[in-house]
């Protein structure tokens, strides 16, 4: 992965509080830089009086395409609304990579997760993972992968950026992976050997924080993720700028177990697409910039297939 260096002056750097969003702390390896956060953050989203705790619960997982302390603040109150219209206490999961979510849902260990369009694909072909809902942002159930680079900086194109420090955010991440993957191997290179050095965040908005904060060179982030950050004026959105913009592809679906009961996946879809119809959740998913939930498409994922499997051919050719 480039050259072995220790950023000693950047630990401090992503030690820092920027926008409210938390802080997150780095972990070093050989070859790779990794932001870490805890193994799993619990929290139930009922208060703790013994009523709450006699109901059943709603166990419900986030991937972290946000940073712990960021989801939990902006999906607890989302996911206690849903608990309550089931009149169920929901517990809500947090694992630090996406394949840490699917596994969850795979054991059957949650009931409901959130999950990025990378691990949809990849849960559905390993044990038939089912789209409950997914979300809608400006009229649309796509988003894209962005290209950041410190809006100070001189680089004008993904280019620009070989032989520099580059963000990912997780190894299943479409946006945040596969894109810009995707993007060298129809150069015919590879990450290894285009960036200096690459290292994983665990999520969209610490890849962002990297740019912002001179961790990195550059980063591919999900739009949704980056235009919301805009929208809320966190600082560290404001400090970085697109330089590339992906095609579009099917957006982060909510999604079950397919040995769910029906009665339970039924009650759960019909309450996420009448979400909107009550002003005082609207506002909530307003400020999350979702404006209703949806019946999503299998189909609209097959744009993300067809590159996994075009880069997979291209790693076992040595590529």
């Known amino acids: 992965m480039g050259r072995n260096v220790l950023f000693l002056v950047v630990v401090t750097a992503v030690l820092l509080t920027i926008g409210g969003l938390g802080a997150f702390s780095l972990s070093y390896e050989p070859g790779s830089v990794r932001v870490d956060t805890a193994d799993v953050v619990t929290q139930s989203c009922c208060r703790d009086s013994q009523a709450a705790y006699d109901k059943p619960t709603l166990r419900v997982a986030i991937a972290a395409m946000i940073s712990p302390e960021t989801t939990k603040k902006y999906y607890g109150e989302l996911m206690r609304e849903i608990g309550r219209r089931m009149g169920r206490r929901t517990v809500f999961l947090q694992r630090k990579t996406y394949a840490e979510v699917n596994e969850l849902l795979e054991q059957k260990e949650v009931d409901v997760a959130f999950v990025c369009s990378g691990p949809y694909i990849e849960g559905k072909k390993r044990f038939g993972m089912e789209i409950l809902a997914v979300p809608v942002v400006n009229g649309r159930s796509f988003y894209r992968s962005l290209t950041l680079v410190h809006k100070d900086s001189d680089f ?46 665990n999520s969209h908005d610490n890849s962002i924080r990297a740019v912002a904060t001179g961790l990195a060179d550059g980063a591919s982030v999900d739009s949704l993720v980056w235009y919301f950050m805009k929208a809320a004026k966190a600082d560290i959105a404001e400090q970085t700028r697109i330089i590339y913009e992906s095609p579009e592809y099917g957006i982060p679906p909510i999604v079950v177990h397919p040995g769910l009961s029906d009665e339970i996946k039924q009650q759960l879809k019909e309450i996420f697409l009448a979400l909107d119809e009550d002003p005082k959740v609207l506002a909530l998913m307003r400020e999350l910039r979702i404006e209703r939930f949806d019946t999503g498409r299998d189909s609209d994922y097959n744009t993300v297939r067809d590159m996994r499997a075009w880069v997979s051919q291209m790693n076992k050719r040595g590529l």
Not at 163 to 178: E, M
């Open 156 to 201: 004008q194109t993904f280019e620009d950026l070989k032989g520099k420090r580059f963000a990912f955010t997780d190894p299943d991440s479409n946006t945040g992976h596969l894109v810009p993957r995707y993007m060298l191997a129809e150069r015919g290179t590879t990450p290894e050997s285009f960036f200096g050095e690459t290292f994983f965040t």
